[in-house]
């Protein structure tokens, strides 16, 4: 079953408009949210950023936040996930195509949910990234559904034999095509700050949580590709890759190669914390 504004219905039942914005501008937002063992994870918090993305680009969403809420829990119910994700996106709907705003057009929501396992050999093992230009616009903080930038920078990867991009933009060291970056130098993580330049990420701020509770400290400052290049050790996060070990940027080893302890400890209380939600809820 899939979700279409506030109804449950089967796939076949869903029908797109030709004109719907989304398909025609990329003019919609989304989130992906994950589910641990039939829990969702961070669900207001990726909620919250989806108002926020819709209010950047003044789209109404269809209906209030708890209603969503409740909506996603019952497709996720529904289909009986266990570890997986819901992927949710709204457009601003069907109008005649112009450029500006249509003068009325309600917004379409629609998401659908699949089971996904845990990255566990990435995050045990580590990945490999390039280094690649930062070719996207000045509003990454929105996470819109115009992902051209971001699209063409994995598929680079990809063709290098990677799993990610690493983006760089004037020199400084921005995000991941679909992460957020931490650096540990001298026992601190540093991170670029949550302006324009990148998504605000939901698994970048559990990061600062458990960092705290680590008594790690967490800077939030631009830095550049040295600094990344000579880290003590790299790692990226997001939702479908949680904490995971970056070992090799544009084929050369970070320090030893090796996932480094703080990374691994970062991981470990990423787990309890996962583990801590599902006590809540259940
Ligand atoms: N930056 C970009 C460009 C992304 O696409 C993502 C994945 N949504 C992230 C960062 C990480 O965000 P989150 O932790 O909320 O998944």
Not at 111 to 138: C, F, H, N
């Amino acid at each position: 079953m899939i979700l279409v504004q506030d109804k449950l219905m089967e796939q076949k039942e869903l029908h797109i408009g030709m004109e719907d914005r989304g398909y025609q501008f990329g003019d919609g937002i989304y989130e992906v949210i994950r589910i641990y063992n039939g829990c969702f994870f961070g669900m207001d918090e990726h909620l919250t950023r989806l108002e926020r993305s819709a209010r950047e680009l003044q789209m109404s969403l269809p209906y209030a936040k708890d209603l969503l809420k409740k909506r996603l829990e019952d497709l996720a119910a529904v289909n009986n996930v266990k570890d997986g994700q819901v992927y949710l996106q709204v457009t601003r709907g069907v109008a005649e195509r112009t450029h500006h705003f249509p003068d009325h057009a309600d917004g379409v929501l629609i998401a659908y949910t699949k089971e996904a396992p845990r990255p566990y050999q990435k995050m045990a093992d580590g990945i490999g990234v390039i280094t690649t230009e930062d070719i996207r616009w000045l509003r990454c903080d929105i996470k819109s559904l115009n992902l051209l930038g971001n699209v063409l920078s994995k598929q680079k990867a990809k063709d290098a034999g990677c799993d990610e991009a690493i983006l760089i933009r004037d020199g400084i060291v921005t995000e991941g095509s679909s992460s957020n970056v931490f650096i540990v130098k001298e026992g601190e993580l540093v991170t670029h700050p949550a302006d324009n330049l990148i998504l605000n990420g939901i698994t970048r701020n559990v990061l600062f949580k458990i960092a705290e509770e680590s008594q790690l400290n967490v800077v939030e400052k631009k830095f550049g590709m040295d600094d990344l290049l000579n880290a003590d050790e790299v790692m990226i996060t997001s939702t479908t890759m949680e904490i995971t070990p970056v070992v090799t940027i544009d084929g050369k080893p970070v320090q030893d190669g090796k996932p480094g302890p703080i990374t691994k400890r970062l991981q470990e209380k990423f787990n309890l914390r996962i583990h801590e939600v599902q006590s809540v809820e259940n």
